[in-house]
């Protein structure tokens, strides 16, 4: 199976677990029923808290997560491949994880990943992000073969580092994802054209779900979750900031097709990086 669709599902979580997961439930059951073999939803699904404490209190070890339980009866009940994009866990020594889940239709964890950069900016408008203060940044890419897709796992702010994404498309990847909270401010400036330069420079598609809104702790998320193919056009988005879904049809034999087009993995070179100055120059 070289097609099959694809749906992001845009959520602004708050503080409550339960309630994140009550919109999300119904989003993600609509849009199965619109056909949806494969589902994604945001960074943060289960939770957006500032206070470390807050977030301690609510959050739990993935085998007791109810937002992750949920899921897993979900994706079984549904039939679909469902992807958390990521949920805030512990994961041992009082330490927290912004982890991915991809889950088989069949409710088994198919593969987890742990977002790798930590979001620790001082933007323009004020706003100052340490995730290193609460989240233990993962190590490991993850790749998790489909039935119809190879696809590259990563959460949000990962999208800045190309290095990810191209070390999965050298290993096979046809679908790459960045599901994410992008704060509107960034979101405006960068959003498309991060998620554009990343499905170009890879010849893959892109499909990334995202929060949109003002959230119950303060922040503002950009929304505009999208997919976006292999030559580069956006052929899926939620053109707002408001909680929804947005489906996709996805061919992975596009992949094939760009990178014949243009085979920037086949042409990549090693190379070092010389640095010269006048301290260089011969007298």
Known sequence: MSAF??????????KSVADNLKVAEDL?????KDGAQYVQTPEMSNLLVRSREELLEEIREPARDPFLQRAQVLASELGIHLHLGSLAVLSGNGKVANRGFLIAPDGRILASYDKIHMFDVDLPNGESWRESATYEPGTQSVLVDLPFARVGMAVCY???????????????????????AFTRQTGEAHWHVLQRARAI??????ISAAQGGLHEDGRETYGHSLVVEPWGAVIAELDHDEPGYVLAEIDTDKVSKARGRIPAIANERAFDCHVSGLKEMPA
Do not use: H, M, Y
């Open 5 to 14: 669709t694809a749906a992001c599902v845009q959520l602004r979580s708050g």
């Open 28 to 32: 993600i059951r609509a849009a199965a």
């Open 158 to 180: 990962d999208i800045r580092f190309p290095a990810i994404f191209r070390t999965q498309a050298r290993a096979g990847a046809q679908v790459l994802t960045a599901p994410a």
């Open 201 to 206: 420079e890879n010849g893959a598609f892109v």
